[in-house]
């Protein structure tokens, strides 16, 4: 098989040589499709024992990189992954089938500790229980207390006499069961089974639930399979939290949902996140937004280190290109506005990029490096890796074309934020990026810092409905008889907070041009979209003009008409006071 046609990542801060982007297109005739895995990718082996193992196949930009799978303390290729369909089936084969060697090339594709076969498409994850466990159970609780009644484990001793087949007579089994290997039984995993079954002199006394137990397990040891999944957010996630809950700040896959549907992140939008969870929300927003939009990512150390992490989502070119790395300080810092005559506060990466030339002439001491090497596949691979850093350190963003590109026009639309740090200060530090109306989602694993926050920007009206929420998760074991929740699992998932940034009252008529200005300066605004500005404007002048004139005019008459009844009750008052004195009267009469 030809090596597949790749070119150099054009991705930021990450200088690891093995790291670019290529196509799944060979040279040849042959070629991978997205629904099997091809070289080079990251795949997710779900084990029947719920293990879960990342594997990366040979090939690809790093083919000279691949390293063996450790499933049990043994070597295992991965070439044998290659090409499978994702969601099949495979079956752990042990034996001395070939000899591992690094990439990938060995014999029959096997390792030393045997090979990885591909099991039909009507084989599921767990193999299926004998006939006589298969039989429906019984309808009411009352029958099935009346089964159970006549078979009970009161009389069950663990002496390690129970199982008459010894480990020499279970490996001549397998390795006769191997020879006539079938379809669905590819290890002689389900000979040997049937055998600890039938040379089990405890195993017709016990219950029908506890023989069930007793066969899974024994299929757990002798016929161990996995499923081949296709690397996500939602998967590395559980992985991780499988592994390690605590190097990812104990975050779910669930909680991982949760995030990216508060922060309302979709294609072509522009988010800023800063978290510490080994780059697990960062992937998620690149393959979800599909190569559109921007992603600005902080880090608070010298450079970025989630890069392996990153390499397992599997992302391509497009992908990689909006993820924009800047250290946390860049964003502290306040800008500064110089003139020509100093360049105090200058961006020194942009400078040293711009000094740059290509090509460039090795140096002297590399030039006698690379006439040291014995094959001109050696000095190939040399002169690729330098070229590919090269590359990235030419077409890397720097912090200030970031701050101008993404920043500077008009702030992000969505605020993610999974820090270890305080949550307080980071959120209101950050949070004069965000435009107005945008969404923010503030993650932490502890519920007093989230009040703290929550109550800070209710007091400084910074933002509204905002919502604090825990999750509840809990798994259920669902069999016919059996159902019940688990009995071991993890209570803390995090929490949440998320909202929606309140702009500054400026009024509408400052909002509506701020908007239509921003619009102009992305080219989006088209002229009858100008015009109903202007309309709007002009018409929202008119209406002010004619409501100033209505109310001078209802003013001025109402003036008037006080002025008229106040002459009127003068008037009244005084008839009224000539005719209620009768010495008044008598003097008219007079």
Not at 77 to 88: P, R
Not at 453 to 481: C, H, N, P
Request: with cysteine; glycine share 8%; net charge neutral.
């Amino acid at each position: 098989m030809s090596s597949p046609a790749f070119s150099p990542s054009t991705d930021g801060d990450n200088n690891d040589a093995d790291d670019g982007c290529w196509s799944t297109k060979t040279k040849g005739s042959t070629s991978f499709d997205r629904t099997s895995v091809g070289p080079g990718e990251y795949v997710l082996l779900r084990f029947s024992d719920r293990r879960l193992l990342f594997a990366r196949t040979p090939g690809g930009p790093a083919s000279g990189a691949h390293l063996p799978l450790k499933i049990n303390k043994k070597s295992y290729s991965s070439a044998d992954i290659l090409g499978v369909k994702y969601g099949a089936v495979l079956e752990v084969q042990k034996g001395t089938a070939g000899h591992f060697r690094r990439g990938g090339k060995g014999k029959s594709g096997g390792g030393i500790g045997g090979k990885l076969v591909v099991l039909p498409v009507t084989e599921d994850l767990l193999p299926s229980l004998p006939e006589e466990l298969q039989e429906e159970s019984p309808a009411t609780d009352a029958d099935r207390e009346k089964q159970q009644s006549k078979k009970d484990n009161r009389n069950l001793v663990d002496n390690n006499t129970a199982q008459s087949l010894d480990q020499n007579s279970l490996a001549a089994v397998k390795r006769t069961a191997l020879k006539n290997a079938s379809a669905d039984d590819a290890s002689g995993g389900a000979a040997a089974v049937a055998a600890l079954v039938a040379n089990s002199t405890t195993y017709r006394t016990k219950t029908a639930f506890s023989r069930a137990k007793y066969v899974r397990s024994k299929q757990l040891r002798h016929q161990l399979r996995c499923r081949v999944e296709r690397t996500c957010g939602h998967s590395i996630c559980e992985a991780f939290h499988v592994r390690d809950a605590r190097k990812i700040m104990n975050l779910r896959p669930d909680t991982l949902s949760q995030i990216m549907g508060n922060a309302n992140i979709y294609g072509g939008c522009r988010v800023m996140v800063f978290e510490n969870v080994m780059g697990i929300i960062v992937g998620t927003l690149a393959q979800r937004m599909g190569g559109f939009g921007a992603i600005v990512a902080l880090h608070d150390v010298q450079s970025p280190s989630c890069g392996d992490t990153l390499d397992r989502f599997n992302l391509t070119c497009d992908e990689r290109r909006v993820v924009r790395w800047i250290h946390c300080s860049e964003m502290a810092r306040e800008d500064r506005h110089t003139d020509d005559s100093s360049n105090f506060g200058a961006d020194l990466e942009l400078e040293e990029r711009k000094a740059l030339v290509w090509p460039c002439e090795l140096q002297e001491h590399t030039k006698a490096h690379i006439a040291r090497m014995d094959s001109d596949e050696r000095r190939f691979e040399f002169l690729r890796r330098r070229a590919d850093r090269f590359a990235r350190k030419l077409t890397r963003h720097a912090s200030t074309e970031i701050k101008s590109a993404v920043l500077a026009d008009g702030g992000v639309d969505s605020l993610i934020v999974a820090s270890k740090y305080d949550p307080v200060s980071t959120t209101l530090r950050l949070l004069p990026h965000l435009s107005p109306s945008g969404s923010f989602v503030v993650y932490c694993e502890y519920l007093e810092l989230l009040l703290e926050l929550f109550r800070a920007l209710q007091e400084k009206k910074l933002a509204i409905k905002m919502r604090l929420s825990d999750t509840w998760m809990r798994e259920y074991q669902v069999l016919a008889g059996r159902t019940h929740p688990q009995m071991n699992m993890g209570q803390n998932g995090g929490f949440l907070l998320s909202g929606i940034k309140l702009g500054e009252d400026m009024g509408f008529e400052a909002q509506l041009r701020e908007s239509s200005e921003r619009k102009r300066s992305r080219g989006g605004f088209g002229k009858q979209e100008e015009e109903q500005v202007d309309k709007h404007e002009n018409g929202e002048k008119s209406k002010n003009e004619d409501w100033e004139e209505d109310s001078r005019k209802s003013k001025h008459y109402l003036e008037g008409d006080e002025k008229e009844s106040n002459n009127a009750t003068l008037k009244k008052g005084a008839n009224v006071a000539d005719d209620g004195d009768p010495r008044e009267k008598r003097r008219k009469e007079e």
